[in-house]
DNA sequence: GTTTTCATAGTACCGTTGTACGATAAAACG
DNA sequence: CGTTTTATCGTACAACGGTACTATGAAAAC
């Protein structure tokens, strides 16, 4: 064998399979042994990468965020040139929820982290463990600009709006990860909110004046 | 000591030192030994009581169920007598949420159980480990009269709003319960989606005809 | 060509966990 | 009063977890 070997890359390969064990049987359930046999190595090659088990977890958080992270780039260059701020604030979350199997996957190792953070100081203490942290300003500066084209109330807080948008696709891909609904649903569920938010130009009846005067 | 025992009455305070436990060091980390030793009685007791880990961390999740509603209950007893339906969709919303010391500890052990449902079947099977199976119908229900009462877009379904302000609920409590933001703050953004989907009956100028026409 | 370094493997150790077994005091029952 | 049941306890066992130690073949360095 080589002697030299790229360690960065190796450790992407473990934190893979770190990811896939845990998306199967949780991930508390998952340690060096399972992971090792995932990756079709030794226990100890594991160790040797990743010498401690918060680090084999904070390896795979880091994997875990990266891939996320280039999923929401490729949607966002995706889209059509004239950016539409509402289209890519559709995007994001779009591409936040599980709506396909890869997402679906990363989404319920992603809740699985959330919810070791929520009792393990170490993880928690990591940025970005499961806040919207680095979102909500993308999205509160994109609510702005819809706002300044004139697609939403005035008086609403760009802010606020971002916040309801977040924890609005993270409810629903709660439920869709749980079994409750489809992940149709889901998205179906976004778009009703995003026509609330941002009414379309419409040549139709005006949503909300049907019930006033 | 006696010999007879309420059974169901023992049950009730391991199951409430479980949830003690696993609001602190997280439910994967709680065991026969620590329930024993918060109960203060021995670890065999709880055994006694809870013959498998299974059982035990079934019988926490229906503690934790039992607890969960009766505040809910207590909250919509709590409301003024004619009843309006909106006050009690916020009502039932707002006392799900982590909005104080009591209910942020239910928040976070049942958030616990939802994530260990993703990928332990045998609780998955259990009926409303975490979505709102029970709380759907019931919330569509109250939308639905609110709307039979001029209260809203009569063009909504009201299953997809029940669903949409569940998901909302749960999103910022999750946020709420990460420590991205407070509870005063997921109580203003449940509000502000309650005014967007119920506009008050106001005397102030309407909200959206303000960037129509 | 020898020596050092490095990636990999096997195995062993110690703590913890769920679970089982046996013991005991007290109450209930005859 | 004796016996049986029952709630409780202490201890033990087998398995599994993370972690550490040692070995080994191969490439690099000199």
């Known amino acids: 064998m080589p002697k030299r070997v790229d360690h960065d890359r190796r450790r992407e390969e473990l934190a893979g399979a770190l990811v896939r064990c845990a998306r199967v049987h949780g991930l508390h359930a998952t340690g060096f042994r399972e992971v090792a046999a995932e990756a079709g190595v030794s226990v100890n090659l594991v160790q040797y990468y990743f010498p401690t088990k918060q680090q084999l977890l904070h390896g795979g958080l880091l994997h875990l965020r990266a891939r996320i992270s280039r999923r929401l780039s490729h949607a966002l ?14 995007a994001i979350l779009v591409h936040l929820m599980p709506h396909d199997q890869d997402s679906a996957d990363l989404y319920r190792v992603h809740a699985a982290y959330a919810a070791l953070a929520l009792t393990d100081p170490a993880l928690a203490a990591q940025p970005h463990t499961a806040g919207p942290d680095e979102l909500h300003p993308v999205l509160t500066d994109l609510v702005t600009r819809a706002g300044q084209q004139g697609r939403t109330d005035p008086r609403r807080d760009p802010r606020t709006t971002a916040t309801t948008l977040l924890a609005l696709a993270t409810g629903l891909s709660a439920y869709t990860t749980s079994g409750y ?5 889901a998205v179906r569920g976004l778009d009703d909110q995003l026509d609330l938010l941002f009414p379309p130009a419409d040549p139709s009846p005006v949503r909300r004046s049907a019930l006033r005067g």
């Open 77 to 90: 260059a995706a889209l059509p040139e004239p950016a539409d701020p509402v289209a890519q604030v559709r």
């Open 181 to 185: 609904h489809t992940a149709a649903d």
